[in-house]
Structure formats: structure tokens, C-alpha cells
């Protein structure tokens, strides 16, 4: 394979796996994991795994990326056998996963420095959405790089927006990762404290999901609540770290988000109660141990 | 008219007015209303004005009642021309107003010492809802008066759903405004937030309506943002009269409803900087003044 016909992908975890699997259908991939294993279930005629990022950034002009944290995206890049360590001429590095927009920025410019475009293009819809392709993707970078790899997004994801600069993906996405903590909180509330006057889930749920209190939230609460199940999914320190990362956001920019301050300190609490491993719905279980 | 092919209504204010039209398109209608002139706008062939709610009991025996508060219904009720005045026999009072269920369950006893059967319907949906007769109604109280006044309720609303003994009605639909109000401002504060991280109101607009941060309330925050109108609508003051019945409710259940508790302190304040009258939305203006 030569860096023109195949396509990168970092990161196989429960988002990045599913996603790569749909540009695999079209296209050569060089794909690398932090855990191997991951990677060489994968591996077949067309999927190749990579040693290292380095290796991946060495024979693939578009690189996708999808990682859970700062620390994970600065370590691929950054990191001994990174990404950062190849010719990086040409490259374009789209980065799926939700990061500071600060570090955002920070990457983008070290990339640019070594030839390398950088697009941060965070998506919202789940695992689900990244199994069934209808992600909703927010990218920040310039709009050329964007529209080459417009196509290759339209694989894995339905709505594609191009929200600006390098870095407003990021940012769009922390801020609606902070409308939906606010709504799941709220949702779990509302139908905590319904069952909790005597109403019955199948009414109440009848009623708030087709009236005013309706929410994308509010059928993953009431799903959940269902089926008894909090295995994550997206799991309650995954969700945390974005509010907090919101948070910053809001302070750097002086915004007062006076109630996501208050969830922060609600969701804290719930985090420190162990349940950092469990579904971000098992909030829920708060009110049982008043 | 004889009390048997007759169908009362009291209270013909913004949402009303157009349930009782839904019903005079296939039933002669008795109305009342304390602004007469209201009242009189509407009168037709088939809609009679009654100088009091007293007459409007003593004439039909379906009941139906939409008012702004307890004080209201209490006194359209309790008052000294009130429906309580007359002989109830055989009455069904439906109460489509959002009031306190501590309030319903005594007008219900009430209502049954004098020969009457209470249900408590309170709508979700809004102005809108009620003009296209696809509100949704919770309604409390014994099933087989449900049954007799469910071909009325079909005809204001889209889903009708029993869901328990009287004031259970009332209790959900508290809950679900609690809900509904943490929503809305969670949509304020996350398109504020975009709008002043430098993002595009319809990039925000579009990627969040079609991830996790959906919601009903979004979709009518970014309606009246876009219109820069906050004619209400649904008002702050009466937002605000819901989110305070729901936490009263909360607090007699001693349930620690601690969001809620946030965003009715951060509600209260944009109540006291005098927007009452305005569009419950226009919570979205705290953040000019900071």
C-alpha cells in the first residue's frame, strides 16, 4: 500500500472500532491499538495493523483517530513512536476524539509545523451511532481539508456540519455534552421522583416522552431504567470528564454556567461514590442510597 | 339545553379558548369566563355565555375547567357564584388547570360530598398543542369516569393516558414541568455558551438537534432566539409557579430533588429582575446583563 490508497485509523476502542469497520468496507486501512489484540481481531485482507502510530503516519495521507483523553491523543502524537515522529508532509489528521480544544489548538499548530493539516471533528450519536454509520459529526479546521475528507465522514457518520476554525469542533461538542449531562440528570430526576409519588414507568414515560419534557436523553434514562442494565455504553467517568473539560472551557471564557456548576458538583459526588466504571445513567441510583 | 347534551367550560384563556373550540366543533357549549368580553367574542349558536360558573354546573353535566392557578380554581369553584353552588348530582368536573394535588384532592372531596366526580387532566404541548388538538393529558381519578369523558378529552388531545387516583394527574404533570424547566434551561445556557465561544447559531442549532443535547425545549429556545421574540407563550411566571409546586411536592415526598433546587434559585432571580410577563424562554437574556 502507498499513502495514497489506504486510510489510518488510531484508536479501536468501543467508537473507533465500529468506525473504521465502515471505511473498511471501501477502502484499505493501516490501523493501530494501544492493546494489539484489539487491532489483530480486526485484521484481514484489507485491514493491516501497524508497530506504531509513526508507522500508520508514514504510509496513510489521511489519518483518522479516535481516543478517549487528552493524555491518550497527545501520547499518539506525541509519544516516542508518534504519529509527530513521521513525515508528515501532505497529511491530514482528523480527530475524532472529544479533547480540550486547548490541546486541540496546541496539536494543530505542531502538526502544521511538520506539513501535517489537522482537523478536530468530534461526533455525538454513541455507540450505537458509530455502529449503524448516523453519527452526527462537528469539525473545526480549514474548510479545504475539510471537503477532501468530507466523503470518507459521510461513511461513518449522517450530518456532517463544519462548524469553523480549528478547535470549534471540540468546543460545539463540549457544549452539547453539557446540554445532555443537564438533561440526564434532569430526566433522572423527574422519573426518580415520579416513581417515588406512586406513578408508574409506563405512564410516566407515556407522558414525558411526548410532551414538553421530552429529550434524546430521556429515552436512554428510561431504557436503562427498563432493563436494569448500567454496564456503559457511555460510562459516568467518560461523561464526567467532559463536563469538567466544559467547565474549564466556561471559565476560560468567563461564561457563567451557573446550572452546569451545580451538575458538576451532583455528578462529582455520584464519580466518587465508585461508579466512574458504570453506564452514565446509573445516576439514577443516587436516590437509592438516601 | 338540558344538562344532558350540554358541555360546560370554564376559563378561555390562551390555552382555553381553543380546547373549548375543539369542543364546540361537535357539542353545544355552556362558557364562562371572568373577563366577560372573552367570553362573548366566542359566543355563537352553539355557545351560550353563563353569568356564572354556578349556572354552567347547574346546566350541563360534563364539567371542563382550564385556569391559571389554585387561587382560580378555588375560587371558580368555592367562590360565591362557584360551581359548588349547585346541585352536583351525576357532575363529572374535568380540571384541565396545573394546580397543587394537595389543592385537587380537596376540591375532589369536595366535589364528592356534593354528588360530583373530580378527574384532574392537566395538558402538555403548549398554546400550539391546544390550537391543533394534540396536547397530551394526564388525568387522575376513578377509571369509569375517565371512560364517560374520554371521547371529550380525544377531541382537545392526541394521547390520553389514565394514570392514577385523583392528583396523580397533577403530580406527573409537575414532575414532568420540573423536567421540561431544567431543559429549557440547560438549552439556554449551551447555546449561549456557543453563541459566545464564537459558534454559528445554525451550526450550535443543527448539530445539537440531532445529537444528545435534543430536546423539545431546545427546539423552542432556538425557535424564539432565532425570532428574537419573547412574547409569551408560556410564561416566566408561570414557569416559575410550576417549578415551585413541583419542589413543594418534592419536599412533602422528601424527595431531594437537588437540580431542581439549583435552577429554581437561578429561575427565581430572572423572575425578580421583572420578566413575569415574558416568554418563559426569555431566560436566555440573564446573560446580557452579566
Excluded at 504510509?59 to 513512536?81: Q, Y
Excluded at 501532505?90 to 490541546?103: F, K, M, Q
Excluded at 506539513?115 to 473545526?140: S, Y
Amino acid at each position: 500500500m502507498t499513502s495514497n490508497d489506504c486510510l489510518g485509523f488510531l484508536g479501536l476502542g468501543v467508537m473507533g472500532l465500529p468506525m473504521a469497520q465502515h471505511l473498511a468496507q471501501q477502502h484499505p486501512l493501516v490501523v493501530f491499538n494501544r492493546t494489539r489484540e484489539k487491532a489483530e481481531a480486526l485484521a484481514g485482507s484489507d485491514i493491516e495493523v501497524a508497530q506504531t502510530p509513526a508507522e500508520v503516519a508514514a504510509r496513510c495521507r489521511l489519518i483518522f483517530c479516535m481516543l478517549a483523553n487528552d493524555e491518550a491523543v497527545s501520547h499518539v502524537m506525541r509519544g516516542p513512536a508518534g504519529v509527530f515522529q513521521s513525515d508528515l508532509r501532505d497529511r491530514i489528521i482528523v480527530d475524532h476524539s472529544t479533547i480540550s480544544p486547548r490541546l486541540t489548538r496546541t496539536l494543530a499548530a505542531e502538526a502544521g509545523q511538520r506539513g501535517a493539516v489537522w482537523l478536530d471533528a468530534p461526533v455525538t450519536g454513541g455507540d450505537i451511532g458509530a455502529r449503524e454509520g448516523t453519527l452526527t459529526m462537528m469539525v473545526g479546521g480549514p474548510r479545504e481539508a475539510f471537503e477532501v475528507v468530507l466523503p470518507y465522514l459521510r461513511e461513518m457518520g449522517r450530518l456532517i456540519v463544519h462548524v469553523g476554525p480549528v478547535g470549534q469542533g471540540q468546543m460545539l461538542k463540549l457544549v452539547a455534552n453539557l446540554v445532555s449531562a443537564l438533561n440526564l440528570m434532569a430526566a433522572s430526576e423527574g422519573v426518580r421522583m415520579a416513581l417515588d409519588l406512586g406513578l408508574g414507568l409506563d405512564e410516566a414515560a407515556l407522558v414525558m416522552q411526548n410532551g414538553s419534557a421530552q429529550s434524546f436523553e430521556l429515552t436512554k434514562v428510561l431504557d436503562r431504567v427498563r432493563r436494569k442494565d448500567f454496564t456503559p455504553g457511555f460510562s459516568v467517568a467518560h461523561r464526567y470528564k467532559d463536563l469538567k473539560l466544559a467547565l474549564d472551557l466556561a471559565r476560560e471564557a468567563r461564561f457563567p454556567a451557573d446550572l452546569a456548576w451545580s451538575a458538576e458538583r451532583l455528578y462529582r459526588e455520584h464519580l466518587a461514590r465508585g461508579y466512574g466504571a458504570q453506564d452514565e445513567s446509573s445516576y439514577w441510583t443516587r436516590w437509592d442510597e438516601g
